[in-house]
Nanobody
Framework: QVHVVESGGGLVQPGGSLRLSCTTSRMIFSINAMDYMGWYRQAPGKQRELVAHITSSGNTFHANSVKGRFTISRDSARNTVYLHMNSLKPEDTAVYYC?????????WGQGTQVTVSS
C-alpha cells in the first residue's frame, strides 16, 4: 500500500502565497524512469484539472491558468514534491490533490483545501 499525503493548504488573501507538499511512502523517481508526480485541483461544481506535474527526468508541465504563478519542484531524496503558489487568485480556490504514478501504478492523496478570499 502506497500512501500519498498532502499538506500546506489553507486560507490566503488574493495576491498571497502558499506552498503545498506531497510525500509518498514509496521511493519515487529513482527506480522507474516513467514515474511522475503531479498536482490536480477540483473546484466546486467543476471537473478535476491538472495543475502541474514533474517527471523523473525533471521535466515540468504547468497549466496555462497557473503558468508564471505556480511552480512545481521536487526533493527526490524525500519522495516529496512541492507546489509553490504565488499571486493567488480567488479562482484558484479548490481542493488540491497530489497524484503519484509509481512503477506503473496510480496513487492519489486525500486532498488539501486552498481558499483564496479576502
Amino acid at each position: 500500500q502506497v500512501h500519498v499525503v498532502e499538506s500546506g493548504g489553507g486560507l490566503v488573501q488574493p495576491g498571497g502565497s502558499l506552498r503545498l507538499s506531497c510525500t509518498t511512502s514509496r521511493m519515487i523517481f529513482s527506480i522507474n524512469a516513467m514515474d511522475y508526480m503531479g498536482w490536480y485541483r477540483q473546484a466546486p461544481g467543476k471537473q478535476r484539472e491538472l495543475v502541474a506535474h514533474i517527471t523523473s527526468s525533471g521535466n515540468t508541465f504547468h497549466a496555462n491558468s497557473v503558468k508564471g504563478r505556480f511552480t512545481i519542484s521536487r526533493d527526490s531524496a524525500r519522495n516529496t514534491v512541492y507546489l509553490h503558489m504565488n499571486s493567488l487568485k480567488p479562482e484558484d480556490t479548490a481542493v488540491y490533490y497530489c497524484n503519484a504514478y509509481i512503477n506503473y501504478e496510480n496513487y492519489w492523496g486525500q486532498g488539501t483545501q486552498v481558499t483564496v478570499s479576502s
